[in-house]
């Protein structure tokens, strides 16, 4: 690594906006270093399925000439991020980590890469996740196949193909693409539609193979599908399988899911942020994992016009940062109301990084904190001891712990766990071969749509379809998941009247081992309860739609390091003070510095 990469993404991005805005460094030399880190760390990390290079240096030279004119620069102005491929862009290929989406190629942007671009940041490429969201380790995704797919390297495609072509070539059109163009844009994202073509990536003028990367044809461009910097087929891609993105402080750990390639991407230091969704605590089970901050938002404060839908009561969209001050203007660019989105909230967006600057130099006093002790039975010793130095680190920060009781965890995973199935089932059933991505053609309609699904979703996915299938029949089953979820959330809410922010472990393990491709064998049944489990601390606060953050508590002793992380959980639509707590909490702990100095190799 060269001197100069090596300072420039040492750099928060915080630190990078404001250089760039005063002229210290250019944009496009901060592009070109994360873009040289981007493919040094490609083996490495596997965080990447689809880097956009070109994109990256045209948005960034925008900025510089935007900076050359004189012009106001956005808040995030240079700032290279990576993006989770469960959100559409425009001339990009966008699979949500599934086979059955091979080769769609969206025609716009979603909310959240527009409100990214107009604050001045810079897409390096698209992110690796566990299929459509559905996992908890980041082992789930399905991109090896489809890459194979794509590339045409020697897969057993089923007839019909994937809509892909080969290496140099641009993914064509899904099926009934020209008719679904006229068709409400939330048939496959969430948010309301909106007329007009796509807005690009692509500066005024610039052919599609500049993007796209060869020819240019009539189809929308893929984008880099599925390449490294040179051109030539990933590692992944060329071995075929799973592509797993790997935790940068252990190549043995997984990064959690299932915004794992978000979290191998910045904590790696492929990408200065990421931009993840968060289900049941996919993004911040990842920053527990990767020692970083993750914010999940209160619902319906970012915009989901754009991300390819999980469960949509559940699903919201947040930042993964190195530092709370960077998840603070990351968040602030992302909130607001979208007229695309018909569930987005009107409520003003504060300054986010101006509270999280206000904890940090005011300390908590005054601040009152929630714990359960109840709750916190069957943790790592690693994970208790950090939790505990966690509370006399707040508190000597000014706040006061108190004990309050939370609902029963089990009833809250219980919930979750039926309910977002069955969610799932109604998000899914587009996928029918007919308007996007794979089709395994047949004589009907139904045999058309089953053979598609059969060979387009993954195992996982599949088996939360037949449970959240099975449920829709069970109509006293889903009235229990409805009432146990408003307990939840009547629960949460009644502890936070007596205190500011709850707090625990995001996790109750510190880290969790790589393992082998267990859901083809007789222990799925087993992986998918403990890969429930994992969610045991984030769920409730995703039922009841309340923002939550996870950040570093410290780190384990010995080696390897792992991350150990803090779950905070507020009111609705107070981000803000809970990022100011966050910050408290960032800027008391001894050990920052060695956090931010990152993994060794990053």
Not at 241 to 259: C, D, F, T, Y
Request: proline share 5%.
């Amino acid at each position: 690594m060269t001197a100069d990469r090596a300072r420039i993404i040492a750099l928060t991005a915080g630190e990078l906006a404001d250089a760039v805005r005063m002229g210290t460094i250019a944009a496009v030399e901060v592009a070109r270093a994360y873009l040289a880190q981007v493919e040094a760390s490609a083996d490495r990390l596997a965080a990447y399925v689809r880097p956009t290079p070109e994109v990256a240096l045209a948005e960034a030279a925008a900025v510089d000439a935007a900076r050359a004119r004189g012009e106001p620069l956005g808040p995030l102005a240079g700032v290279p991020y990576g993006l989770k491929d469960s959100f559409v862009t425009a001339g990009i290929a966008t699979a949500a980590g599934s086979r059955i989406l091979a080769g769609w190629v969206p025609p716009w942007d979603g909310a959240q890469v527009r409100r990214m671009r107009a604050a001045g940041a810079v897409l390096l490429g698209k992110l690796a996740l566990d299929e459509f969201g559905m996992g908890a380790h980041g082992d789930l995704c399905a991109s090896g196949h489809v890459l194979q797919d794509m590339l045409g390297r020697g897969a057993d495609k089923p007839a019909g193909g994937t809509r892909g072509e080969g290496r140099e070539g641009v993914a064509e059109r899904p099926a009934g693409h020209e008719g679904a163009r006229g068709e409400r844009r939330e048939d496959v994202a969430g948010g309301a539609a909106r007329d007009g073509g796509p807005s690009g990536h692509v500066v005024e003028g610039a052919r599609r193979e500049d993007v796209a990367g060869g020819a240019a044809r009539d189809g929308w461009p893929s984008g880099h599908v599925f390449k490294n910097m040179s051109g030539e087929s990933s590692e992944a891609a060329s071995r075929g399988g799973s592509v797993r993105p790997r935790n940068p402080w252990s190549s043995g750990h997984v990064p959690g899911g299932s915004s794992s390639g978000a979290g191998a991407a910045v904590a790696g230091r492929a990408a200065a942020v990421a931009v993840g969704s968060d289900t049941g605590g996919s993004i911040r089970v990842p920053a527990a994992r990767c020692g970083l901050v993750g914010v999940r938002p209160t619902w319906g404060r970012v915009s989901r016009a754009g991300l390819v839908a999980f469960a949509s009561s559940l699903d919201t969209v947040g930042p993964l940062a190195r530092t709370v001050d960077d998840a603070a203007r990351v968040l602030a660019c992302l909130a607001g109301h979208d007229p695309e989105d018909s569930t987005s909230l009107r409520a003003p967006v504060t300054d986010y990084a101006a509270l999280a600057a206000r904890g940090r130099t005011c300390g908590l006093q005054g601040v009152t904190i929630g714990v359960d002790p109840s709750d916190l039975s069957g943790l790592e010793p690693a994970v208790a001891e950090a939790f505990a130095a966690a509370l006399t680190t707040l508190a000597g920060a000014g706040a006061t712990i108190v004990e309050v009781a939370l609902p029963d965890p089990s009833l809250a995973l219980t919930a979750y766990a039926a309910l977002s199935a069955v969610e799932a089932v109604s998000n899914l059933a587009r996928y029918d071969g007919v308007r996007y991505g794979l089709s395994v053609p047949k004589d009907s309609y139904t045999a058309t749509a089953a053979a598609t699904r059969g060979a387009g979703f993954g195992l996982e996915v599949k088996r939360r379809l037949v449970l959240g299938t099975w449920l829709q029949t069970q109509p006293e089953l889903l009235a229990r998941a409805r009432a146990a979820r408003a307990t939840t959330t009547a629960g949460l809410q009644a502890a936070l009247g007596r205190c500011d922010a709850l707090a625990s472990p995001t996790c109750a393990e510190a880290g969790v081992r790589v393992r082998g491709d267990v859901l083809e064998d007789s222990h799925g049944a087993a992986r998918a309860l403990a890969d429930l489990d994992v969610d045991r601390f984030t769920v409730a606060a995703s039922l009841a739609g309340l923002p939550a953050v996870s950040l570093p508590c410290g780190l384990t002793a010995g080696a390897p390091a792992l991350p150990i992380g803090l779950h905070l959980v507020g009111r609705r639509l107070e981000e803000g003070r809970l990022l100011a707590i966050a910050a408290a909490f960032e800027a008391a702990t001894p050990w920052r510095a060695r956090l931010l100095a990152g993994p060794e190799g990053a």
